[in-house]
C-alpha cells in the first residue's frame, strides 16, 4: 500500500548566522513530487507525516539527469541489519524527522 495524505517540510538548520535556504512544504500529497531545487546546501531537517503508509523517501538527481537515488536521513531510530548502518535510514516507513546533509541540485519526495 503506497503513503497517502503525505505532509512533508524540508527546511534549513541554521548553524550560524542565517543565510536563507530552500524551505520546502509539500501538503497532502499522494504521488511523488515535481522536482525542486536546493540552491543552498548544508544541514537540513526532514519532516514526514502521513496517513497511511508504505514509504517516503527524499531523493536525489544524480548526474545523469535521470536517475534518482534515496538521500541518508540521519534518525537515530533505524533499524541496524547487515549492510546498514544504525541511526541511518533510506525512507519513512512512518511519521518521522532526521537530518540530512544536501548539496546544491535537484531533489523530489518519493511516496511509494
Known amino acids: 500500500m503506497a503513503a497517502t495524505a503525505v505532509y512533508a517540510r ?7 548566522p542565517s543565510y536563507g535556504g530552500d524551505a520546502k512544504d509539500f501538503q497532502n500529497i499522494a504521488a511523488t513530487t515535481s522536482p525542486f531545487t536546493i540552491s543552498v546546501g548544508g544541514l537540513y531537517m ?7 503508509f508504505g514509504t517516503v523517501a527524499l531523493q536525489v538527481l544524480l548526474p545523469d539527469d535521470t536517475t534518482y537515488v534515496p538521500v541518508d536521513i540521519m534518525t537515530g531510530t533505524a ?18 524527522s532526521g537530518l540530512v546533509y ?11
Not at 526532514?46 to 497511511?52: H, I, M, Q, W
Not at 533499524?79 to 518521522?96: C, I, K, N, R
Open 10 to 16: 524540508l527546511a534549513l538548520v541554521a548553524l550560524g
Open 46 to 52: 526532514f519532516n514526514v507525516k502521513g496517513s497511511t
Open 79 to 96: 533499524t541496524v541489519t547487515a549492510g546498514t548502518v544504525q541511526g541511518v535510514a533510506a525512507s519513512f516507513a512512518a511519521d518521522g
Open 102 to 112: 544536501l548539496s546544491p541540485g535537484r531533489y523530489r519526495v518519493a511516496i511509494a
